[in-house]
């Protein structure tokens, strides 16, 4: 599975951006898929994952901000991003596992196979 996440760039606070992650090579739609975020100088950090079910999940710090979706027809998971701050500031990476590991958190970053390159989001105060 080839990921490729894109739809990052420049916003100002209080603004959105919707990011959109392309899988290829296989269906993704029986996969879990999740959002990750890694700002400078700080580790990788979950920000939100959606289950092959459906169920959905985010971090704290982003409910009722952000939130994850998917067209499984696309074979395409997306993050909208509304009432960004500076501290959303960072390289967003989506992530896909097809291995359904029950008992396994959907933030949990080793829990996933497939990981994209990343795209730059930046807020500016």
């Known amino acids: 599975v080839q990921l490729q996440a894109f739809g990052g760039g420049l916003v100002q606070a209080g603004g959105s951006l919707s990011l959109s992650c392309a899988a290829s090579g296989r269906t993704v739609s029986t996969y879990d898929m999740a959002w990750f975020r890694q700002a400078p100088g700080k580790e990788r950090e979950f920000v939100a994952g959606?289950?092959?079910?459906?169920?959905?999940y985010y971090a704290d710090s982003v409910k009722g901000r952000f939130t994850i979706s998917r067209d499984n027809a696309k074979n395409t998971v997306y993050l909208q991003m509304n009432n960004l701050k500076p501290e959303d500031t960072a390289v967003y990476y989506c992530?896909?596992?097809?291995?359904?590991?029950?008992?396994?958190?959907?933030?949990?970053?080793?829990?996933?196979?497939?990981w994209g390159q990343g795209t730059q989001v930046t807020v500016s105060s």
């Open positions: 959606i289950r092959w079910s459906g169920l959905r």
């Open positions: 992530a896909a596992d097809g291995r359904r590991r029950v008992g396994v958190p959907v933030g949990t970053q080793q829990a996933y196979e497939y």
